[in-house]
Every structure is written in C-alpha cells, then in structure tokens.
C-alpha cells in the first residue's frame, strides 16, 4: 500500500487518526520486524500533519540498559541518543507508562532539548504484545499547545496497535 497523499486524508484530526490507524495496521500487516513497523509508522504520522509535527519518532527500551531508551526510527533533525526513564518527558512517560502532553516544553521541570524549535509536545507509551513497555512514541511541534485530547485519542490505538496486531 503507498503512503497516502495528504490532500486524501479526512480534514478533521479524529478523523484523520482513525485514517492512520487503518494505514499503518494495512502497511504493516504480515510484518514482524519491529523497526519497520516503528519506521512506517513514524513516516506516516509525521506527513500526515506537517503544519503541527516536527518531530515525530519512538525511543525503544534498550534490551542491554532496561532503564534507559534508544532512539528508533524517526522523522525530523536529530533526536538525543539516550534518555534515562525518569528524565524529560519520554524519561517521564517510560516511567510511569502513561501518556503526557506538555503544551510548553519550557514549562515542563528537566525537560530535555534536542530541538531548540521545539515548544509542545506529546509522548505516547508503546506496549509489546506481553503488555511490557517496549518504547514511546515522541512527537514534538514548533507550535505552542499544539496537542491535546483529540491527539491523545487518536495516537492512543496507532500506539496500541503497533506491536500486537501481526
């Protein structure tokens, strides 16, 4: 299946998830190599919104390190290497496994800067299919408050999804 073409996608953002959701589950059917799945993922979300998303990718737990993530596939400028669970906002959503949405990152205390553009962001927990984490899913926007609970909702099943349905 090729990538969408944006102007195909529904207008509205619920609506628009629910048209990702359904892309990256088709992309991905039949694949059970991890990082292709976090690869398309990652490439679909980011073109799917370019007027919020400037960042969009996943850091994995690190088999060799549990307590820390690894950046994986992403789209965007360079993302930090490592972040400790407990540190920034990924850190903070590895530790506590709940998503987080920050509507100012210069707000949010330990906030890690990979990019300076960067002013809100949303993090996502992923879960393998034995429900342990297996990474988060981090998109950052160069818009202040430019996520809420429309985006949580809708990244919610994308994140869901991901490492249990093949």
């Given at each position: 299946?090729?990538?969408?073409?944006?102007a195909?996608l529904?207008?509205?953002?619920?609506?628009?998830?629910?048209?990702?959701?359904?892309?990256?589950?088709?992309?991905?059917?039949?694949?059970?190599?991890?990082?292709?799945?976090?690869?398309?993922?990652?490439?679909?979300?980011?073109?799917?919104?370019?007027?919020?998303?400037?960042w969009?990718?996943?850091?994995?737990?690190?088999?060799?390190?549990?307590?820390?993530l690894?950046?994986?596939?992403?789209?965007?400028?360079?993302?930090?290497?490592?972040?400790?669970?407990?540190?920034?906002?990924?850190?903070?959503?590895a530790?506590?496994?709940?998503p987080?949405?920050?509507?100012?990152?210069?707000?949010?205390?330990g906030h890690?800067?990979?990019?300076?553009?960067s002013?809100?962001?949303?993090?996502?927990?992923?879960?393998?299919?034995?429900?342990?984490l297996?990474?988060?899913?981090?998109?950052?926007?160069h818009?202040?408050?430019?996520?809420?609970?429309?985006?949580?909702?809708?990244l919610?099943?994308?994140?869901?999804?991901?490492?249990?349905?093949?």
């Amino acid at each position: 299946m090729a990538q969408a073409n944006l102007a195909d996608l529904p207008v509205g953002k619920s609506a628009r998830y629910r048209a990702l959701a359904a892309e990256i589950t088709a992309v991905n059917a039949g694949e059970s190599f991890l990082i292709a799945r976090y690869a398309s993922a990652a490439s679909l979300l980011h073109a799917a919104f370019p007027e919020r998303f400037l960042w969009t990718g996943f850091y994995l737990v690190d088999p060799a390190k549990p307590r820390e993530l690894v950046v994986g596939p992403y789209q965007g400028s360079l993302g930090c290497l490592r972040i400790p669970f407990g540190k920034g906002v990924c850190g903070a959503v590895a530790l506590q496994q709940k998503p987080l949405i920050v509507p100012d990152v210069h707000a949010f205390p330990g906030h890690i800067t990979c990019d300076g553009r960067s002013l809100s962001e949303i993090v996502m927990p992923v879960f393998d299919r034995d429900g342990a984490l297996a990474g988060v899913l981090d998109i950052d926007s160069h818009l202040l408050d430019a996520f809420d609970a429309e985006d949580e909702a809708g990244l919610g099943p994308i994140c869901a999804n991901l490492l249990t349905a093949f």
